[in-house]
């Protein structure tokens, strides 16, 4: 079992409501438990995202070459045509 250290905190009227709720409907032992759980779904959150960082968002900019990127006027075009196009096939189903 883990040791645990006392601290104090002060919460927003709300959520030291909802904090009570958890408790008197059974759903947690006490107000510790409540505060743990919820510190508990923040690592995890902050876990995934650092997961998705590592494993997506950096291998993405260090793939990313700029002699390959279009000027904003090409790009502009390409999403132009792309949707005359779509316009064009949407008058005249096949």
């Not at 909802?18 to 505060?35: H, N, P, Q, T």
């Amino acid at each position: 079992m883990r040791a645990n250290r006392s601290i104090t905190v002060s919460l927003p009227e709300d959520m030291a409501e909802l904090v009570e709720k958890k408790v008197a409907s059974g759903e947690f032992a006490d107000e510790s438990e409540v505060v743990a759980e919820g510190l508990r779904y923040l690592a995890d959150h902050d876990a995934e995202i650092e997961q998705w960082l590592r494993n997506e968002v950096v291998p993405t900019l260090k793939a990313y070459d700029p002699s390959k990127a279009l000027p904003i006027e090409e790009v502009r075009r390409r999403i132009e045509a792309h949707m005359d196009a779509r316009d064009r096939e949407n008058r005249f189903p096949e």
